[in-house]
């Protein structure tokens, strides 16, 4: 299995985005995936920055995936997407279905993103049609579900398939800012509050349980997925690659402890505890069984 | 000549759906009674019999009948989705409403003739993602979810041939759907594979010396003083706290109005609105397809000077959501 960053859900400064992939750059990851994904608003790094990030990546002998915005509502936002796909020195990752048709039209291969919504073969297979050689499962979907997904006859073989295994769940996307709304602002005039948040504003249960998070117009868990003490289950389920979703500190050693259990140096039943010290939240994995998305259990 | 503003009303059962025909709907929707529509609860939807009776109740006066088949077809249960598809073609059904690309292309291979709409579960918010839909399934009409603004949807109007239709009024996603997972996060369903958010059997309700506290499988979703009305348990429409603050930090308990909006809707040439609540009660349905058939004429006969009426407001109000209505996504400053 390999080892893939996904994209950045947060908004940082430009410095702190930069400093992060200038470090990410030395980490034993595969793949890095770049570029916002959330809101159209954050600006602080525009497409040629993102495209430099990528050249200097490569030369870093990473391989590089373009991510596109997930919720498209405006013109300006299919004008950035169009440049995105034509750019074409790099693999994009669609995360919506206008973005498969720009991808399908051009002939370029695709990763097909967790909001695609890929939950039957069928659907997966039309996917593989279009261009897409490597898929990520609905962030919902359990372990004997992908299983059955990959065991399909529609499904190519040759199908990469990358599990969302580390980091705080990408739950909902809403045309509303919950970050501006907490701050009694409008989203049009938000004053990119995002940018106090590095991890999100955590929203707790009026009896004091974290329960989500809120990243501008996306609402995240609170807990942090992390399926790294089932990592020989994931071998077994015939995962190709695990995305680990960026956080403010201690990534890097996230990423260590992911590659240490990849190349056999520490035990999965270590695991938690090595993690523990390094997560913004406690742990989770109920989806990844099938049940209710913030269970968890240790094994 | 194309649709413009039908008026597309919810049938949860026999009787609603009576009730939309008798009210004036151009057409009703409808699910079976299992999890391959977005209302999958207890008590509702239509078995082989209703469903027959139904279509002959609805076509003999003119009026459409959809059928929602708009969760996610998973692979375990992939022929319960197809059966699905194939009753609806043999029963003489106006229409399917479908939100998984690989149950289109089920349809379209088998039952050629069938008329395709996309649901709203689709997350289809671009003219770019809806073209897709349009040439590789051949859908005739798309349910655009709940987040474009007015401007926004114009723009999709202006870059499709599919048939645009809107939410109207009802209960409202703050949520792109088909894109909210909250429900599964806190209870294992959601509404793509179970057809259900925050479904009945993971709600309890507690009187406690705080208050009446409502809860989704254990979790806390908001309190009530004794001088509050509980509503229910709908994750995104809880109190919560955010750094120090209790608040309705999604949104609050509030359903989807946008009948002012109804002559800019007819100018964009919107080919239908749709009425949320197969949930709701057959007296729900009469009344609030009253209400826009009539409104829906009024804005047909004088654009210009079309003012909702405050009496139809107030009817609306009183069944909506803890009576309050907002315009929503429609209004960019909801946002």
Redesign the interface.
């Known amino acids: 299995m390999k080892l893939s960053l996904g994209p950045l859900l947060y908004y940082w400064s430009r410095e702190d985005t930069l400093a992060f992939y200038e470090e990410a750059a030395g980490w034993p990851v595969d793949s890095l995936y770049l570029g916002e994904t959330v809101c159209s608003r954050r600006h602080l790094l525009r497409l040629p920055d993102w495209l430099d990030l990528a050249e200097k990546l490569t030369a870093a002998g990473k391989e590089v995936v373009l991510s596109t915005q ?6 300006s ?2 004008k950035a ?1 169009r440049k995105m796909v034509a750019d074409g020195r790099f693999l994009v990752e669609a995360n ?7 991808l399908a039209e051009k002939g370029a291969p695709f990763v097909a993103g967790p ?1 695609l ?1 890929a ?8 996917l593989a049609e279009s261009g897409a050689k490597r898929w990520v499962p ?3 979907m359990p372990r004997e ?1 992908v299983k ?2 990959l065991a ?1 006859t529609a499904v190519p073989e040759s199908m990469e398939t990358e599990l969302f295994a580390y980091g705080r ?1 990408p ?8 970050t501006a ?2 701050y009694n602002l ?3 005039d938000c004053q990119f509050r995002c940018l106090d948040h590095p991890d999100g ?9 974290d ?2 998070t ?1 990243n501008g117009i996306q ?1 995240q ?1 609170a807990k942090v997925m992390s399926l790294a003490h089932r990592i020989d289950e994931l071998h077994t389920a015939g995962i190709d690659l695990l995305r680990l979703s960026p956080q403010s500190r201690h990534m890097g050693r996230v990423v260590e402890v992911f590659r240490a259990l990849l190349a056999g140096d520490i035990a999965a039943s270590a695991a938690p505890e090595k993690l523990d010290k390094l997560m913004p939240g406690q742990p989770c994995d ?2 990844w069984l ?5 269970a968890y259990h240790p094994m | 000549m194309p649709a413009l503003l039908e008026l597309i009303c919810p049938a949860g059962s026999l009787p609603a759906l009576k009730a939309a025909v008798d009210n004036g709907a151009n057409g009703v929707y409808l699910g079976l009674k299992d999890n391959t529509n977005a209302r999958n609860f207890a008590g509702l939807n239509f078995d082989a019999k209703s469903l027959a009776v139904g279509i002959r109740y609805a076509h003999d006066k003119g009026v459409k009948v959809l059928m929602a088949l708009n969760t996610y077809p998973q692979p375990a249960t992939l022929p319960r989705w197809h059966q699905a598809v194939d009753i609806a073609a043999t029963t003489g059904l106006d229409a399917i409403i479908l939100a998984d690309p690989g149950l289109m292309a089920y349809a379209r291979k088998t039952h050629p003739n069938l008329r395709l709409h996309l649901s709203v579960q689709g997350s289809a918010t671009s003219y770019e993602a809806v073209n897709f839909y349009r040439e590789r399934f051949g859908i005739q009409r798309a349910v655009l979810p709940r987040v474009l603004s007015l401007p926004q949807v114009e723009n999709v109007v202006n870059n499709t041939d599919v048939e645009i239709e809107l939410f109207g009024f009802g209960g409202l996603c703050v949520m792109v759907e088909g894109r909210c997972l909250l429900s599964s996060y806190a209870c294992g369903d959601s509404p793509n594979t179970f057809g259900a958010c925050s479904p009945g059997h993971a709600v309890r309700w507690q009187q406690t010396p705080k208050g009446m506290e409502t809860r989704l499988n254990g979790v806390l979703i908001d309190r009530y003083a004794d001088n509050e009305k509980a509503g229910y348990p709908t994750l995104c429409k809880g109190r919560f706290d955010v750094q120090g603050e209790t608040y309705y930090a999604l949104e609050e308990p509030t359903s989807l109005n946008s009948m002012e909006m109804l002559p800019e809707m007819a100018r964009l040439g919107i080919a239908a609105i749709k009425i949320e609540g197969r949930q709701r009660s057959p007296a729900y349905v009469a009344q609030v397809t009253q209400v826009w058939r009539a409104a829906i004429d009024a804005v047909k006969k004088a654009p210009q000077t079309f003012k909702p009426n405050p009496a139809w407001m107030a009817q609306l109000n009183k069944v909506s959501e803890g009576s309050m209505s907002t315009l929503g996504a429609y209004y960019r400053p909801w946002k």
């Open positions: 997930t919720l498209i509502e405006s013109e936002d299919l997407l919506e279905w206008g973005a498969v048709r720009l909001t919504n939950y039957n073969p069928d659907t997966l297979a039309i609905p962030v919902e579900m059955a997904m399909a769940l739950l909902a996307f809403s045309a509303r800012c919950f709304r907490h409008q989203k049009d504003l955590t929203m707790r249960t009026r009896e004091g349980d329960f989500l809120l609402t868990s109920g989806y099938g049940e209710a998305g913030m």
